[in-house]
């Protein structure tokens, strides 16, 4: 059985107009209340949405559970909000297909876009960012396929949500919240090398802390980690990252190099413009995010994002990586550490991960050796050609990283081989004394998991992405 899917995104964007504080958003924004205040009456409430390929869904009907409703106010720096999550043991079947998270919010007055995220006891399975609400109010909703998420969702559970929004005379803003899981009856049996994962460990911070579970990469000497453990008879494990960039990152493709910013003294966000989130497996790089350009809802000019928004504005994507072939390394039963950094960060980066186990059907302890590791260095060049405010910036960067091992389990002794390639290019143009940025940038992102098993047939998993972004 063979599965492939390729996933191919375009994104164009107007050229990044602004004043001579670039993208600084602060200043942007208060310009743009005014605009919103222009914005011709609706008696009714604005309905958003974000463009996305709908749900395979089977045709089997649900059972839908509310799990959560609240009214986020003042919740800026306060623990997240909980709920006791418990699965959906009176629903006539126990054999489930799909099921699918729905957000459902209101809001009306004047917010921020803020960033929000929900976690079942840890694990990471929803980031989002709210809409800007209006004078006559707001409504949308938000539907996520959470289906590799079964194994968590048929336990009793912590749910915790944080959305830190601050309330005052001026932002007035309130976002009315409800959460729902939708489980949808099986209408054949499941299993096979695509199934999900058996057990899931959370590679995120501690519930109780005063914000969000992820951890806050500040700069490009923060590194953030967390220990953990694995069961002796894990066959797959598959890393998946979640991540968001905010304040001096929120368009990190923006940013100018350091160069031009002192030699104009500027105060603006700067480092260049390439990021790369760097995941490492006890000091050792396992393999990197070089993210989507998801713009929020008040990016750029929020009057672009009313009522479409951005594509992944409201369920930003996860990155996976399969460390299957680093097994042998972390089955000895000790703990281990997975930690994030992100090449030329400023503040901030929200990261976490969530690590998907597989495990022996037959309880059987597993056993597995690295057999290949290749990581070539980052390939990192920068162009700069200007004269005081005007000019260009040339940013080219690639990477690739192979792992290849083997995991002898009761399923037979199987091989895989999972690689990253990526290739980066961003060319951006000051023009007009500092008052107009074009940014044209091109992310390859191709990951490509080739399993054989004993029989040698190979079972393969190859994404190929392209992130356009002008
Ligand atoms: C980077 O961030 C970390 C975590 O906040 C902080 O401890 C450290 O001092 C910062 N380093 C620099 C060079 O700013
Ligand atoms: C930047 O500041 C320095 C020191 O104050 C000054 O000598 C220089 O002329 C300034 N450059 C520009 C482009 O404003
Ligand atoms: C730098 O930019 C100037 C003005 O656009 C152009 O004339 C010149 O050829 C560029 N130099 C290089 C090395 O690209
Ligand atoms: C950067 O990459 C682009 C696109 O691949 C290429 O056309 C260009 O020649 C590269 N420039 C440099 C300076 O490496
Ligand atoms: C990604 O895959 C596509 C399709 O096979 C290929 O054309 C492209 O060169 C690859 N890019 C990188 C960076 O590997």
């Known amino acids: ?29 208060s310009q743009l209340i005014t ?16 463009v996305t390929k709908p749900i395979k869904l089977p045709k089997t009907k649900p059972c839908s559970y509310l799990i959560l409703e609240h009214d986020f106010g003042s919740t800026y720096r306060k623990p997240p909000i909980l709920a006791n999550y418990t699965p959906p043991l009176n629903c006539p079947s126990q054999k489930f297909s799909k099921i699918v998270l729905e957000w459902r919010s209101t809001c009306k007055g004047r917010q921020f876009d803020r960033i929000f995220g929900v976690w079942v006891s840890g694990v990471e399975i929803f980031r989002s960012c709210t809409a800007e609400p209006t004078k006559n109010g707001i409504f949308w909703t938000v539907k996520k396929d959470i289906t590799r998420y079964s194994s968590l969702l048929m ?47 959370p590679i995120s911070r501690n519930m109780h802390l005063n914000d969000g579970l992820w951890f806050e990469i500040e700069n490009s000497t923060d590194v953030q980690s967390k220990d953990f453990k694995i069961s002796p008879n894990v ?28 030699s104009n003294n500027l105060t603006i966000a700067g480092n260049g413009a390439f990021r790369e989130v760097v995941v ?23 009057l672009f994002w009313r009522p479409i928004s951005g594509i992944g504005s409201f369920d930003l994507p996860s990155y996976d990586i399969e460390i299957t072939p680093l097994l042998g390394k972390i089955l000895d039963g000790n703990s281990h ?13 929200y990261v976490d991960a969530n690590l998907h186990l597989w495990l022996d059907g037959k309880g059987m302890k597993t056993e597995g050796k690295l057999l290949k590791y290749s990581c070539s260095p980052l390939s990192l060049s920068v162009l700069t050609n200007f004269t005081g405010l005007d000019g260009s910036f040339i940013t080219n960067a690639s990477r690739s990283i192979t792992l290849t091992g083997m995991v002898k389990s009761s ?60």
């Open 155 to 201: 336990k009793n559970q912590i749910f915790a949500v944080y959305l830190g929004n601050i309330v005052d005379s001026t932002y007035t803003g309130v976002y009315h919240v409800e959460i729902f899981v939708h489980f949808y009856p099986a209408e054949v049996r499941l299993g096979g090398f695509d199934s999900v994962a058996d057990l899931i460990v």
């Open 337 to 349: 550490k997975i930690s994030f950094r992100v090449t030329d960060a400023l503040n901030v980066w």
């Open 280 to 302: 490492s497996l006890d000091e050792m790089v396992v393999g990197v995010v070089w993210p989507f350009t998801v713009i929020y809802t008040g990016g750029v000019n929020p």
């Open 235 to 262: 066959y797959r494990a598959v890393l998946e990252v979640y991540v968001s960039f905010h304040e001096n990152e929120e368009s990190w493709y923006a940013n100018p190099p350091n160069e031009y910013i002192s």
């Open 1 to 29: 059985m063979a599965a492939s899917s390729s996933i191919f995104l375009v994104y164009f964007l107007l050229p990044l107009f602004s004043t001579a504080t670039l993208h600084s958003s602060s200043l942007y924004r």
């Open 411 to 470: 399923y037979g002794t199987i091989t895989t081989k999972s690689s990253q390639s990526l290739s980066y290019s961003n060319y951006m143009v000051m023009g007009n004394e500092g008052n107009l940025q074009i940014v044209d940038q091109i992310i390859e992102f191709n990951d490509t998991v080739y399993a054989t098993t004993p029989s040698s047939s190979v079972h393969s998993l190859e994404s190929f992405k392209k992130y356009l972004f002008q």
């Open 35 to 50: 605009q919103q205040e222009s914005l011709p009456k609706s008696a009714t409430p604005i309905t958003f949405f974000e």
